[in-house]
């Protein structure tokens, strides 16, 4: 089991650019989530899919932000266009079955500083 | 806001001592989740407590959770300089639109 897998760990932009994030669940979880984590707002869950489908995206911030989840095993953030408060660590979680009953697999996050 | 909120917000102990972490909510939940994260790395889960269970335990840790207080604690016995981590509280909250919310974590430091 490779875990979740995220990419890219780092990525610096500069203001207006296109940023996309990408993230590989685990194989059979049929739960992805994506959460933002800053020293001010700690994590943040931004949205999170079941079986693909987007169920709850009340947490993006802004019509910046977008997020697809294709397929089974592969899921992106987009922001478009960026802005230095979107400076944080972004992770993708999975879990086979919803938080109440199993837990999230984090990956190790993409640290993303928008200059 | 949701969120649960840890207490104390930073620990620093000696090696081989117990830590104590408490962790406070708001409104109902249907379970209680701590997880774990060292520098730079994604958060690991360690132990889930359901509403309906007082106390469970998983090697050095033991969780304890009390509805009526809403509040929970996560004990770590004969710490080691490798726990120091970040320790996180996450709470699903019972309603429609429920979602696993996570307060700002407790920095844990182990002194060799």
């Known amino acids: 089991d490779a875990g979740v897998i995220q990419s890219p760990r780092h990525e610096v932009t500069e203001m207006g650019q296109e940023v996309t994030l990408r993230c590989k669940p685990i194989?059979?979880?049929?739960?992805l989530f994506w959460y933002r984590q800053t020293m001010m707002r700690g994590l943040e869950l931004l949205i999170y899919?079941?079986?693909?489908?987007?169920?709850?995206d009340s947490g993006m911030p802004e019509d910046r932000f977008s997020a697809k989840m294709p397929n089974a095993s592969f899921s992106t953030l987009k922001i478009q266009p960026s802005e230095p408060r979107d400076s944080a660590v972004y992770f993708c979680?999975?879990?086979?079955?919803?938080?109440?009953?199993?837990?999230?697999?984090f990956g190790n996050g993409t640290r993303l500083t928008v200059t | 806001s949701q969120q649960g909120e840890e207490d104390p917000q930073a620990l620093s102990i000696q090696e081989g001592e117990n830590a104590t972490m408490n962790c406070s909510y708001k409104?109902?939940?249907?379970?209680l989740q701590w997880y774990r994260q060292n520098s730079g790395r994604g958060l690991v889960h360690l132990i889930l407590i359901r509403s309906n269970e007082r106390e469970k335990h998983s090697g050095r840790l033991r969780v304890t959770l009390d509805t009526s207080k809403k509040s929970s604690s996560l004990l770590i016995t004969a710490s080691r300089a490798a726990d120091t981590a970040s320790y996180f509280c996450?709470?699903?909250?019972?309603?429609?639109?429920?979602?696993?919310?996570f307060g700002k974590g407790i920095t844990l430091s182990v002194r060799p």
């Open positions: 194989s059979g979880h049929d739960y």
């Open positions: 979680a999975s879990s086979r079955g919803r938080f109440y009953n199993s837990p999230l697999h």
């Open positions: 409104t109902s939940i249907n379970n």
């Open positions: 996450a709470t699903d909250y019972t309603g429609a639109n429920s979602k696993l919310t």
């Open positions: 899919f079941n079986n693909n489908v987007p169920i709850d």
